[in-house]
């Protein structure tokens, strides 16, 4: 939630969760979201100042355009098949499959099927 005075509102939200205490918790990931029609949907399932661990859920012919990021990332299917594409080279992953997206390397990602992946964002 934003509040009308910048945003403070989501930057201690943030921070709280940064603080939070994590609580052991045995889940399938694949449970943790859902698809929704026409949509990308994500949760994120864990965020620390070393980096983030976030759940997406994309429906068929979805995806992400190409953008870059500053740190390293590993993309971990769990469910259905995608494209990735690193710096022009396409490939094809299925459930099982994971990358390393290289930091500053350009990216993108496309639904070639329903899709589940884990996103892991290592901060350097």
């Excluded at 201690?12 to 449970?31: A, G, I, R, S």
């Excluded at 995608?82 to 994971?98: H, Q, V």
Aim: glycine share 8%; with cysteine; net charge neutral.
């Amino acid at each position: 939630m934003i509040c009308e005075r910048g945003g403070i509102q989501l930057i201690e939200k943030e921070n709280q969760k940064e603080n939070q205490k994590t609580t052991p918790k045995v889940e399938k990931l694949e449970d943790l979201i859902a698809y929704q029609k026409g949509s990308v949907v994500s949760r994120e399932i864990i965020r620390k100042s070393t980096g983030t661990a976030t759940i997406f859920a994309f429906d068929l012919g979805q995806g992400l355009s190409e953008h870059t990021a500053p740190f390293d990332a590993l993309v971990h299917i769990i469910d259905g098949q995608a494209e990735i594409t690193i710096s022009g080279k396409a490939y094809n992953l299925a459930r099982g499959d994971f990358i390393i997206l290289p930091a500053g390397e350009p990216h993108s990602l496309k639904a070639t099927s329903r899709f589940k992946m884990l996103l892991v964002m290592i901060r350097s």
